[in-house]
């Protein structure tokens, strides 16, 4: 695990952008996962800037959807599939066929899930998952609690999830269980970026880090990937005290 402390959110999403460029430069046909939410807004603004200074083509990756709200259609802006369309499909050139996201709306969730799964797996895995993490230290709808151990599931959101969670609506919205990838396929993803900026972020952030790896705390997983990126700003890292001995 790696760790980032940068001076503002602006030189943290330059860098998580280069990330994914870097990658897709490397491998023409990666299989990416990034998610949504506030945290990589900028991220993938920049990402867009420089694919297309640098006449990146995304047409050969494969994207994976991290996450989405049950019962939420993507027309809705509060929608995962709302955000990843109007932030990064309308204007990267990934094609539609190779844009894999659950479907909310579907009769089996079940069903989605393990789609999903086979998905992934005959891709030949993800190669980069760029997260965010929740108040609550959720990464993607994997809620505190959630076994290690799991490939995507069907994830009863918990209080703060759906509370944060009204941010992303118009009105309010019923939000009770969320379709996710499982901390599985992040252990198993060949690299995992973890963005977190502001000062509303440091307390758990300083419990993922610093306290038990342990399910109650999800994003605390990040600490058994080899591979892992953890990109902070200076606010976040304000709480980032060492543990009492
Ligand atoms: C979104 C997702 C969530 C968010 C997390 C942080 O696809 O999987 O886990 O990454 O809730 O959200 P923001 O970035 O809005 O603070």
Known sequence: MQLFI???YESLS??????????????????LCLAAGNTPVLTY?????????????????????LD???GIPPENEGSCAWFLRKNIFNNLNFLPSRIHLFDALAVDLHTECNAMDRVIFYAGG???????IGMNGHIGFNEPGTSFDL?????????TTRLVGQKYFKEQTSLGLGLTLGLKHLLESKKVVLLANGRSKADIIQKALLGEINPAVPASIIRRHTES??????????HLKQKDN
Do not use: T
């Not at 993800?126 to 965010?132: E, R």
């Open 45 to 65: 603004k920049y990402l867009v800037q420089k694919a297309r200074d640098e006449n990146i083509d995304f047409s050969n990756c494969v994207f994976i959807g």
């Open 6 to 8: 940068f001076d503002d």
């Open 14 to 31: 330059h860098r998580a952008a280069d990330e994914i460029i870097s990658l897709v430069k490397q491998k023409p046909n990666a299989v």
């Open 126 to 132: 993800i190669d980069l998952m760029v997260v965010g």
């Open 151 to 159: 490939y995507s599931h069907i994830s009863q959101l918990d209080a």
């Open 229 to 238: 990126i953890i990109m902070i700003d200076k606010e976040v890292a304000s």
């Open 68 to 70: 989405e709200w049950v």
